[in-house]
């Protein structure tokens, strides 16, 4: 039994993982304190559902190709019903190749889909006006899922002191061992920003399993970015 767990591969995609995660962590100690970069988080009262999210998005040091990606999603009905509830918890390290592009490898946490890890690409960028991160990703699990996920925010001057802000978001899960949808969400938000707040319009557009249930939620969002 031991040896089994020993040579399964995902024993040792874990320990691949927490060597890179400490090599990292190493590597951050011995160099300077990165610079604070914010941590937006947004919660969302829509007509059918309750929405949190939070991002975070970190270099272990300023000249690290190593950093760590989370994006943490959960929503639930009014009355609180199991089967409304939806959690997507991915936990990614990454590692720059060459401007914004890279490698990732970590886990997922999706209650349609299960537990995974998972290894994949990224591209990020970002300006004043800009945000942009792709990942492509494959699970490590029997179905063979594979992934899609991006963040896409647009946020240009209105006036000295407000800035526009809109941001796409998409998700899309496909079961290759089986070939079907598994799981995938388009969220769309429109609104102002202030310095680390920002408020306005959202919809989430949510769809479930191989039939692709519909579950769409409209309402009123609010973020702040905290330092």
Request: charged share 15%; aromatic share 16%.
């Amino acid at each position: 039994m031991k040896d089994a767990i020993r040579n399964s591969p995902h024993s040792r995609f874990f320990v691949l993982l927490l060597l890179v995660f400490f090599s990292a962590h190493y590597q951050a100690i011995a160099q300077a304190t990165a610079p604070k970069v914010p941590t937006p988080v947004e919660f969302m009262a829509g007509n059918n559902r309750l929405f949190f999210q939070m991002v975070v998005k970190r270099k272990f040091s300023p000249n690290s190709k190593f950093g760590f990606l989370n994006v943490s999603s959960f929503s639930t009905s009014y009355d609180n019903e199991r089967e409304e509830l939806d959690l997507v918890a991915p936990v990614l390290i990454n590692y720059t190749l060459y401007k914004g592009f890279g490698l990732v490898a970590g886990t997922t946490i999706n209650n349609r889909v299960g537990f995974s890890p998972l290894v994949g690409a990224q591209h990020s960028f970002t300006n004043q006006k800009w945000v942009a991160v792709t990942i492509a990703s494959l699970f490590l699990n029997s179905s063979r899922n594979v992934e899609l996920f991006g963040i896409y925010e647009f946020k240009p001057q209105l006036t000295p002191k407000t800035n526009l802000y809109t941001r796409v978001q998409f998700m899309y899960i496909h079961n290759t061992a089986q070939n079907f949808h598994a799981r995938s969400f388009l969220q769309l938000r429109a609104g102002v920003k202030k310095d680390a707040l920002n408020f306005g319009l959202g919809a989430n557009l949510d769809q479930y399993g191989p039939e692709k249930d519909f579950k769409p939620n409209y309402g009123l969002f609010v973020g702040w970015a905290f330092l």
